[in-house]
């Protein structure tokens, strides 16, 4: 038998930031959105809030939807 020594493939381990999963977060994100804001100046205001720095500017827009899809509801008809 052959050996092969490839290298194992793993996933990177990346831990969730918790502070963007609060509840006060989403409504202040679908506020700021309700009001007219843009992406980028949410994204400026939830840094400040949030002392992240380094947000990405496409976090808002998943917080914002994560919080939409909360709202939504199914229901089966006969």
Known sequence: MVEENE???TR??????L???K???EEKVVTLR?????WEEI???MRVEL??????NSMPIKI???AIARTVTIKKRA
């Open 19 to 21: 502070k963007y999963k």
């Open 43 to 45: 994204t400026n205001v």
């Open 7 to 9: 290298p194992k493939k």
């Open 23 to 25: 509840p006060e977060v």
């Open 51 to 56: 002392d992240e720095p380094n947000m990405a």
């Open 64 to 66: 914002y939807n994560r």
């Open 34 to 38: 309700g009001e007219g804001k843009s």
């Open 12 to 17: 990177a381990q990346f831990e969730r930031n």
